[in-house]
């Protein structure tokens, strides 16, 4: 696509419940983050895919939170249990090879409410 | 402490003048550092990366690298009403797969 696609662009849902948050990278580019922002913070660090493989994880807060990208370019963040905490806009990002110095490419993201 | 540190602002600059924007970084392993800007709602877009000491220039825009210092800037010159935004400094320590984000500047340039 011509850009990174994030869907839905707002979410709301209820405290425990599960919600999915997926992102379309720009087309042949092979890494993808994503990041959590919240209100008046920078994004923060969840979690790179390289190909179809997590080869970051390590931003991830706990175990409620879980990405795939099983084909190697549309990749979901997966959010069980959700908590009020939870709730900030969540954004993708793609560029074209590895991590080092490469451009990144951010989604409009995907602003989660949780109530 | 936190990986990158900015003064939140509000910094108010008159169009015309020259907005200076600073950041600090902890980690001494850091070896790339950006600077995104990020309108009101929308994502952060790149508009200056620098991984030597020293200026880098581009357009109206100036990135400024101390490693000593562990200090990196960005000025704007001939500072434009559409430049209001906030502007986040990044740094990435080299082999690792994530930017540490600064909480963000944000600037208002007033006609």
């Known amino acids: 696509g011509a850009g990174v696609s994030q869907t839905p662009s707002n979410k709301v849902t209820e405290k425990g419940k599960y919600v999915e948050l997926r992102c379309d990278p720009i087309?042949?580019?092979?890494?993808l983050y994503w990041y959590r922002q919240s209100l008046g913070q920078g994004p923060e660090f969840l979690i790179y895919f390289q190909g179809t493989g997590a080869a970051d994880d390590s931003g991830l807060p706990n175990d409620r939170f879980f990405a795939v990208r099983p084909e190697g370019s549309v990749s979901t963040l997966k959010i069980q249990r959700t908590e009020r905490g939870d709730s900030a806009v969540y954004l993708c990002a793609s560029s074209k090879q590895g991590p080092l110095n490469e451009k990144l490419f951010f989604g409009s993201g995907t602003q989660l409410s949780v109530l | 402490q936190k990986e990158v540190e900015q003064n939140s602002g509000p910094l108010s600059v008159p169009e015309g003048a020259i907005a200076s924007l600073n950041c600090t970084y902890s980690?001494?392993?850091?070896?790339?550092f950006f600077w995104y800007r990020q309108y009101s709602g929308k994502s952060p877009e790149l508009i200056m990366s620098i991984y030597s000491n020293g200026d880098k220039e581009d357009g109206r825009f100036t990135a400024q690298l101390n490693k000593a210092s562990q200090y990196v800037s960005l000025l704007i010159r001939d500072s434009q009403p559409s430049d209001s935004a906030t502007y986040l400094c990044?740094?990435?320590?080299?082999?690792?797969?994530?930017?540490?984000f600064g909480t963000g500047t944000r600037l208002t340039v007033i006609p």
């Open positions: 980690d001494r392993g850091s070896q790339s």
């Open positions: 990044a740094a990435r320590t080299g082999g690792a797969n994530n930017l540490f």
């Open positions: 087309s042949g580019h092979t890494a």
